[in-house]
């Protein structure tokens, strides 16, 4: 900017030597990003922040205003060595020179931060990160590779999260330095040895972690070799590196971005997993089921018991329905008995009022009565044998009755009773029920019974 040729006043205020001072450094001076470490920071209850910004030789006061703080991605602390992109100004009422700071960001991360960006381009122009080429995660790995430092926190979170969701899934470590200079080539040369491997001992996929940092410190995940590596891999590759807000070429690059290491091994796990709880489930689902056609069965066992009825108790009902046939048959007699009686009364009655011929009706009533005689016999002979033929009925029925002609009742070791020879084996112990005492015996021959010939 050329300098202003106007003449100034022989004299001036400090007032307006500040306003001057400050026009001068505001229209001088472009926005540019300043490189110092902070010191002095403060957070007014506006939201404005104030800090100094010094390097060996010097130091300069900064402001940044309340709006302009919301939208920074960094968080400023003291002794934090950044870059600030400001305008420099001068404090009218106290004659400070300042810089109005627009944003921040970490000293180095614009150089990386660009480098980051011309390789993703590149990358991404060939293909390199294309959905199309991204292979599928297996559901149920039956091996898997770990690649990341052996004294890395994040093969501890990772180890971790596999025993507690997949505790048989076999796990080899790959180590490897995840930072520092040459740990790219490490990273890459590991992802090799999968390559190098015969097929049929290569893990089926691979974990690709680290734990967070500074950008700095993840570079080593923002190689070229590194991406390479990792599409060249002949199996699935997860990668979890840094924390959720971190990306880098390794995460665009792998087959699966995971947001941090345990994620990472989350996913891997993530079949086996599922299939537990899902075993867990129909576990209970089952238990329930069979419980269910327990019931019904106990249920239906329950009604058949009380539907079968053992020998003696149907005897006993027989013998009852007896007595009460006998009961009835008598309680008829004495009815019948009492009506002939009655009649025969009656007839005494009309007959010596009617004075008739006692030598005729008295041959007639004896004929009268012997017939009555001879009627009542047949009736009480018939119902005799009839009350004999239930009884031998009955005496047929008995068990014990048919025992005592020389019979038996064979019965397996469950006290199931024996119809068939097929029902048992040779060798099979058998109890044998008598008329007097039971026998228990060994089967020694089975003769399954010829069907008869028509």
Known sequence: MEPDDTPLPSTISVTELNRLARETLETRFPPLWVRG???????????????????????VRCTLWRTRAQRLTVTPRAGMQV???????????????????????????GN?????????????????????IKRAIPRYPASLAVITSPQAAALRDVMAALARRAPNLPVEL????????????????????????????????????????????????NEEVVARAIRACPV????????????????????CRAATPTAAAELASA???????????????????MRRQLDTAQQRLDRQSLRLIHPRDRVARSRKELAAQALRLRQALTQRMRQHTTTLAFVERRLRNQKPELSGLQKQLERTGDAI????????????????ALAASLDHLNPEAVLSRGYSI???????????????????????????????????????????RE
């Open 174 to 221: 790959l180590p490897t330095p995840v930072q520092g200079e040459g740990a790219g080539n490490h990273i890459a040369a590991a992802l090799g040895q999968i390559l190098a491997m015969p097929e049929a001992a290569r893990p089926e996929l691979v974990l690709l972690v680290r734990g967070g940092g500074s950008l700095e410190d993840l570079w080593s995940f």
């Open 112 to 132: 990386l931060h660009e480098a980051f960006l011309r390789l993703k381009t590149k990358l991404d122009n060939e293909g390199l990160f294309s959905p199309e």
């Open 236 to 255: 699935p590759v997860i990668v979890g590196v840094g924390h959720e807000t971190d990306f880098t070429i390794a995460d665009f690059a792998a087959d």
């Open 37 to 59: 470490e902070i010191s002095n920071f403060t957070r007014a209850p506006s939201g404005h922040m104030y800090f100094t910004l010094k390097d060996a030789g010097a130091q």
């Open 410 to 452: 064979a019965r397996d070791h469950h006290g199931r009773i024996l119809r068939d020879a097929t029902q048992v084996t040779a060798g099979e112990n058998i109890r044998v029920q008598l008329h007097q005492g039971e026998i228990d015996a060994t089967v020694s021959d089975i003769r399954a019974a010829t069907q008869k």
């Open 373 to 388: 005689v001879t009627r009542m016999s047949r009736h009480l002979s018939s119902r005799r044998e009839r009350l004999s």
């Open 83 to 109: 870059e600030a992109r400001a305008t420099v100004s001068l404090y009218e009422p106290r004659g400070d020179y300042q810089l109005n700071v627009e944003s921040l960001r970490e000293a180095g991360r």
């Open 271 to 289: 079949g086996y997993a599922e299939a537990a709880g899902r075993l867990a489930h129909l576990e209970i689902v089952l238990r329930r089921a």
